[in-house]
């Protein structure tokens, strides 16, 4: 769509503001909002300015003029706001040059596919990201020099089967990890769901299925059809927006934090991925899994750069709390055929060549969309090009091998840090084609040690209380 074409779409649906929504680092929406009269066709040329100092990561207070351009493709009408809003989603540039800013995640990504083509492997790159989550009903949170605590809640939480509830407790409360998948009454959750698949599907995303996910107190899961890299990234912000939103209209709240809850299953990302070109699927092939040599060669760029991918697809220190070995989620880089203990599984999809793709388990929801996509990209291109061999499958529950065994099968980092100092060491597959510049890569992990890692390695947690106070 051009920029005449969205306006007259505005126009058409009686839109009376204009929200400009851009990605920060971190992958969280920042937006601004401007009246109608204000959106013009050289708005698409020249931007709008705002202060970059105010984002976290981003331009210090001496050079801090920035501009956000939207993109006409991208126009929507907001479903939340009372006054009927126009939304664009934005491309974040420097005012002087109009050239995109190197920390703008959805450039990252953009640059990511320009790379992917001009190297002649594909010209599409398809992402199914499939985003689990929490719906609960209370969150209450605090940290001081002196105490700190967390408290979730949810009316389906287990630990509620003996709460007074005005003597209305009705039980049908999923037990730790059996909420996949009873149904009514067990599943509270079904109606919330429901809603929030139709409010996707207004915006055009086509909705395949929803469901609890394996976690008591409100685990969720709703998968959307894959898409094209940058169209997934900026649908899986929209799905973020729209679930949080939709949860809040209910007096919810949702976190896509990954591990939440002690003892229950965390929430990942798993990321379905192929390669295309004029049409064709070139994941599928005669080799291991119905799968191509090119997608072996580039499963082989995953597993060889994982550990330096975790500083992008487990980028909290909350990640590694999911990311422990012999539990829900998968630690060993291995890969497998249908195997959902491996970090990447070739899914059982048939003899359509065009459904054949891999699905990698490792990443998380924290993660910015925008980043993710475009390491785990350039991995496997960095697998392609330089045929890296993936070694031999692993058909075998990885859960249950034995010691001996399971320590020769390489792991991911088991820590944010240690994920970051192997992104230190091994980048340069990221900065082929100017992708992620030096000065992205400085500052994400700067800003990961010094705005997350140190400040939760300063502070006492409740559980070093009961360990060590009498010490």
Sequence with gaps: MKSQEAMQFVR???AKMVNLKFCDLVGTWQHLTVPLS???VECFEQGFGFDGSSIRGWRGIEESD??????????????????????????????????????????????ALAYMQSTGIADTAYFGPEAEFFIFDDVRYEQTSNSGFYVVDSDEGVWNTGREEGGKNLGYKPRSKEGYFPALPVDSMHDLRTEICLEMEKMGMAVERHHHEVASAGQAEIN??????????????WFKYIVKNVARRHGKTVTFMPKPIFGDNGSGMHMHLSLWKDGKNLFAGNKYAGLSEMALHFIGGILKHAPALCGFINPSTNSYKRLVPGFEAPTKLAYSFKNRSAAIRIPNSGPNPKAKRIE??????????????????????????????????????????????????????GTLEESLDQLREDNSFLKKGDVFSQDLLDTWINYKIDKEIRPVQQRPVPYEFHLYYDC
């Design 12 to 14: 058409d649906r009686g």
């Design 38 to 40: 204000q959106l013009t």
């Design 66 to 111: 920035m501009i956000i351009m939207p993109d006409p493709a991208t126009v929507c009408i907001d479903p939340f706001m009372e006054t009927p809003t126009a939304s664009f989603i934005c491309d974040v540039c420097l005012p002087d040059s109009h050239a995109s800013y190197i920390r703008d995640p959805r450039g990252v990504v953009k640059k």
């Design 224 to 237: 959307f059809q894959y898409d094209s890299a940058l169209n997934m990234g900026d649908k899986m912000m």
């Design 360 to 413: 990698f388990r490792t990443p998380d929801p924290s993660a910015n969309i925008y980043l993710a996509e475009a390491a785990i990209l350039m991995a496997g291109l960095d697998g392609i090009l330089n045929k890296i061999n993936p070694g031999d499958p692993l058909d075998k529950d990885i859960y249950g091998l034995p010691p001996e065994e399971a320590a020769r099968i390489p792991s991911v980092p």
